[in-house]
């Protein structure tokens, strides 16, 4: 492998906002933010909105959605 042209792979901890749960994962992101964990380590931090902890599918919580609603609102919209 050529030198100096791959991204640096390292640890990083990701921070799902919505459930607040942090892991540590490898990856070559770049971000600025940093954290520290309860290791005592300092890892770069991203921030995510949707995690498997938050996720719908992997939490098993459904969501209802008003389907009914939104045909009869594209029908009135589009209502020849």
Excluded: C, W
């Excluded at 070559?28 to 290791?39: F, L, R």
């Amino acid at each position: 492998m050529k030198q100096g042209i791959h991204p640096d792979y390292r640890e990083v901890v990701f921070h799902d906002m919505s459930a607040d749960v942090k892991f540590i994962s490898r990856s070559t992101i770049k971000t600025g933010d940093t954290i520290t964990m309860e290791d005592g380590k300092s890892y770069p931090l991203v921030k995510l909105e949707v995690s498997s902890a938050s996720h719908p599918f992997y939490t098993g919580q459904k969501m209802f959605l008003d389907t009914a609603g939104r045909v009869e609102k594209f029908n009135k919209r589009y209502k020849k």
